[in-house]
């Protein structure tokens, strides 16, 4: 297969960036995307020039550290991970634009890579169950009925990429923090700090200067697990419940 | 030196409880003075990163990645076993001892593999309390499945992401330390160095990936939590970015390697398909419940598996259930990957390279329904259709067998500590529990024991006789390490030969793979021994490495790191060639039984082989730990 790439080059966060246009002519259907780079990428170094950076390290799918905007699409055309998209799902001749995730919480770093350190700190402001090594209880102890713990496991797929925000028109990252809250206010063990959890995560989510959601579903469309915005709709019921009855945080509920 | 295990007195069952009522204690008011450093953020590293941080130490965590929580144990599919017997199966510690011990082909320690054992019920309660949504009965109570090795089920699972889950409740505790400002994170960072002062680790050398700024951090102590080998064979199932980098620089400040050349290879993967292959996909095990091996029984060039279809009966092999009649397609890991190597070394290998050997489901669709194949396994085929273009719904599967995990690691006492002091590994970085062979669902079992439960109170042993004083940066061991680690990447970078750091990778890999891998003798490992030499010459002379060290270049990152995988790569073809015998995945073709199984021979070497650097050029000087076996009987394999 011969295609045309267009790639978005930049040398560093504070450099202006550009489109460049590659013609690469050695490129096989069993090829998966990211080793077509690959490919390309020797030819480069072979040349002297500079590799195109972008992240990648599994390869299987499920680390979350690869993205790419392939054709206006985050992870491009099947709904699955960049490093799962194989080239036969090009055709002979195609011209491919590809992009780093556009959002204004991710900056870009160089190229392709963009710093994703805001779901990090999302998290951090909330995402888990306090519960120190060693004290706990027997794990048949509480039984969780079976519908429960899949539902909370279909949140809990969520693999970090970042594409439910590249997806959104205003970069919105409800999908993302939503699937931690719901997987943690399905079960009864996130029971406790149900409330302080979902409004620390939305004012951190807030803060980072994701946009707001507008129910537009892109998100559920291009997610690579497939985590559906029903549990948007649980955290916005946990989200509200929190407001009216919590005493934490009271200044920074609902945003700022 | 003589090697001190450090196994503690008294019977079997008893070791652990006593060892830690005689460990010593910090004063929770006092951990608050020591500083950690724990480097890598997988299972292993993670999960000691939090237990540490909540029970009041300060704790530094680098990785490589750009999260913590991408770290490779996320890839691990199958599950995790504990001893629960929630199955009333007859499950017990001492089954799943004996079950592990008896799987790595009696070259582990029993004491070791017995805490493993102990601990990993209490795995499974912590890992709940996070909020893990493990797999669960309709009663609400946990499920649990099988796996190979063991005869009751005892594995825990979330769907085919199990990793992925413990590896979020790790992450997730991490991330609570993090917001309590216990821990500080460092993400996009690699250590290049460990530092050692008055002959202790002190602290480590880093460089910002973003960057590029060489950093020096100083500590009381400093655990590697960085993973295994496998990708010095270039393709093996790890992530990309998975290296040795840590461990051999730990290895080359004094820190022994043990058992370099225990590595497993896993038979079901997806089979490489071309040049421009970067990585090999792994296939779960379970597959080999339903699916038959086999080839034809004479050779055919380059059969497909649409063709394959066509193929009668009578002119099949299915060489496994041929062979093994007992076992069938189920004998374990080492022993089916073998059996694939030969029927290809015969000429008889499938698909377009002939390295492939057929995986068929028409038998169980026919017997079951597609909806029940369907059912077990959908996810995985869908998976395989997807990277082969092929349906295994309609033809058979190829597959062919992978590097996927690496037994050995930096030698470490029954503290996990290495040979210097201070310095500690945790999880696959380091060799003990798995002998010379794992079973499934243990490294998880592994890597979070390390770090929730036996880490959190060997530390406090060391700590309590270290002083508070914390180490300034300024000291001249880390001025000459940051120096040493500078040059190193100066060096590279100025090269400027003709060859990329991949075709040098890959043909390290290649070399490793053909005489290092699934079977190895000694004519073929010698031969190895001179290419890696004369590769590393070349590598020094000819590596075009393009960028500069003064920002994000990965082109650097992976020279740096397949510079430290040629020299690891001599050392595994050294420890190959002494040890004289075939145990687990590490198969001497001149030490098998008459019909080519494999022999051990426990009489020469029931012994760990521990490594000690030398310096640059210079022979590893072996070390050897006897391994005592007072509770079990060594016995040979067979699934005849």
Same mark, same amino acid.
């Given at each position: 297969m011969k295609l045309t790439l267009k790639i978005w080059r930049q040398k560093g966060p504070h450099v202006k960036g550009e489109f460049k246009t590659y013609v690469h002519e !050695?490129?096989?259907?069993?090829?998966s995307f990211l080793e077509m780079l690959d490919v390309l990428n020797t030819e480069l170094i072979k040349k002297g020039e500079e590799p195109i950076h972008f992240d990648h390290d599994c390869?299987?799918?499920?680390?979350?550290?690869c993205s790419l905007y392939i054709n206006g699409r985050p992870h491009g055309?099947?709904?699955?991970t960049t490093c799962q998209? !194989?080239?036969?799902s090009f055709k002979d001749g195609e011209t491919i634009t590809i992009e780093p995730w556009?959002?204004?919480?991710?900056?870009?770093?160089?190229?392709l890579v963009v710093d994703r350190s805001a779901f990090d700190r999302i998290q951090q402001s909330?995402?888990?169950?306090s519960v120190n090594t060693?004290?706990?209880?027997?794990?048949?102890e509480i039984p969780i009925p079976k519908k429960i713990a899949d539902e909370a496991m279909d949140a809990a797929?969520?693999?970090?990429?970042?594409a439910c925000v590249a997806a959104c028109k205003n970069a919105s990252a409800m999908l993302f923090v939503a699937a931690k809250v719901s997987q943690l206010a399905l079960l009864?063990?996130? !029971?406790?700090?149900r409330k302080e959890r979902v409004e620390r995560m939305v004012a951190q989510m807030d803060a980072e200067g994701f946009g707001a959601c507008t129910n537009t579903r892109a998100c559920e469309a291009e997610c690579p697990k497939g985590i559906s915005v029903a549990h948007i709709a649980r955290m916005n019921r946990e989200y509200y419940t929190a407001m009216l009855s919590?005493?934490?945080?009271p200044s920074k509920a609902g945003g700022e | 030196m003589t090697l001190d295990? @450090?196994?503690?007195?008294?019977?079997l069952a008893e070791k652990w409880t006593r060892h830690k009522f005689n460990l010593k204690l910090v004063n929770p008011a006092n951990k608050r003075k020591y500083d950690i450093i724990v480097v890598g953020t997988g299972l292993a590293g993670a999960s000691a990163a939090a237990s540490l941080a909540e029970l009041g130490y300060n704790v530094k965590t680098f990785c490589f990645?750009?999260?913590?929580?991408?770290?490779?144990?996320?890839?691990?599919?199958g599950g995790i076993n504990a001893a629960k017997n929630y199955q009333n199966d007859g499950d017990s510690i001492y089954r799943l001892f004996y079950d592990t011990i008896k799987g790595g082909d009696y070259r582990a320690r029993e004491a070791n593999v017995y805490r493993l054992a102990e601990v990993s019920v209490n795995i499974i309660d912590q890992c709940v309390a996070q909020g893990v949504p493990f797999a669960r009965e309709y009663g609400g109570l946990l499920a649990n499945r099988s796996f190979g090795?063991?005869?009751?089920?005892r594995t825990f699972y979330a769907r085919g992401q199990t990793g992925q889950q413990l590896l979020l409740g790790a992450y997730a505790a991490m991330n609570r330390q993090i917001a309590a400002g216990k821990i500080k994170s460092y993400t996009r960072t690699e250590m290049l160095d460990v530092v050692l002062v008055d002959g202790k680790a002190r602290g480590i050398i880093t460089r910002d990936?973003?960057?590029?700024k060489i950093e020096a951090h100083s500590a009381h102590a400093v655990l590697l939590c960085?993973?295994?080998?496998?990708?010095v064979f270039y393709l093996?199932?790890?992530?990309?970015?998975?290296?040795v980098t840590a461990a051999w620089r730990a290895h080359r400040k004094g820190a022994f390697f043990g058992n370099p050349c225990f590595t497993q290879i896993h038979p079901t993967c997806i089979p490489v398909s071309g040049n421009h292959q970067s990585k090999l996909t792994l296939m779960s095990e379970s597959l080999r419940n339903d699916g038959r091996v086999w080839v034809p029984k004479k050779p055919i060039k380059g059969l497909t598996a649409r063709d394959a279809v066509n193929i009668p009966e009578s002119e099949r092999d299915y060489f496994l259930e041929r062979r093994y009649?007992?076992?069938?397609?189920?004998?374990?890991r080492d022993v089916a990957s073998r059996n694939a190597k030969y029927v290809c070394d015969e000429g008889r290998g499938v698909g377009p390279t002939g390295l492939a050997v057929f995986l068929d489901f028409a038998d169980a669709i026919k017997r079951d329904g597609k909806k029940t194949i369907e059912s077990k396994y959908g996810n995985l085929f869908d998976m395989y259709q997807q990277i082969t273009g092929d349906n295994p719904y309609e033809v058979p599967m190829m597959i062919y067998p992978a590097v996927h995990y690496t037994m050995g690691g930096l030698w470490v006492d029954y503290n996990l500590?290495?040979?210097?002091?201070g310095l500690y590994a945790l999880g696959e970085a380091?060799?003990?529990?798995?002998?010379?062979n794992r079973l499934g669902a243990s490294a998880l079992m592994q890597g979070l024991a390390d770090g929730y439960f036996i880490i959190p109170y060997t530390i406090g042993d060391y700590l309590a006789g270290m002083p508070y004083e914390k180490v300034s940066t300024d000291r001249p061991e880390f001025k000459e390490a940051m120096e040493q680690v500078t040059n190193r990447l100066k060096k590279l970078l100025s090269? @400027?030969?003709?060859?990329t750091v991949d075709e040098f990778h890959r043909e390290l890999g290649m070399t490793m793979w053909d005489y290092c891998g699934m079977s190895r003798n000694e004519e073929g490992l010698k031969k190895a021994k001179k290419k890696i030499q004369e590769l590393r010459e070349e590598f020094w002379q000819n590596v075009n490495v393009v960028g500069s060290?003064?920002?994000?270049n990965m082109e650097l990152e992976k020279a740096n790191r397949v510079s430290d995988f040629m020299e690891l790569a001599e050392l595994m073809v050294d420890d190959a060639l002494h040890r004289k015998e075939s145990c687990g995945g590490h198969f001497r073709e001149?030490?098998?039984?008459?019909?080519?199984e494999a022999k051990r021979n426990d009489n020469e070497f029931a012994y760990v082989a521990a490594w000690e650097y030398k310096g640059e050029n210079q022979p590893e000087v072996l070390h050897k730990e006897e391994l005592k076996f007072e509770n079990v009987k060594l016995t040979q394999r067979s699934y005849k």
């Open positions: !050695h490129v096989s259907p069993d090829m390869r299987e799918g499920i680390c979350g550290m055309p099947l709904q699955t998209l !194989h080239m036969r556009r959002a204004k919480p991710f900056p870009v770093i160089k190229d909330g995402g888990y169950i060693g004290g706990a209880p027997d794990a048949n797929t969520c693999i970090g990429c970042g009864p063990q996130g !029971h406790p700090e919590s005493y934490e945080l | 295990s @450090k196994i503690p007195d008294g019977p990645q750009d999260s913590p929580r991408r770290a490779h144990s996320i890839a691990a599919q090795g063991a005869q009751v089920s990936l973003v960057t590029g960085t993973g295994g080998y496998s990708n093996s199932t790890n992530a990309k970015g998975s290296n009649p007992a076992f069938g397609n189920l004998v374990p500590m290495t040979t210097v002091p380091n060799f003990s529990d798995h002998g010379a090269i @400027k030969g003709k060859k060290a003064n920002e994000l001149e030490s098998a039984t008459e019909d080519g």
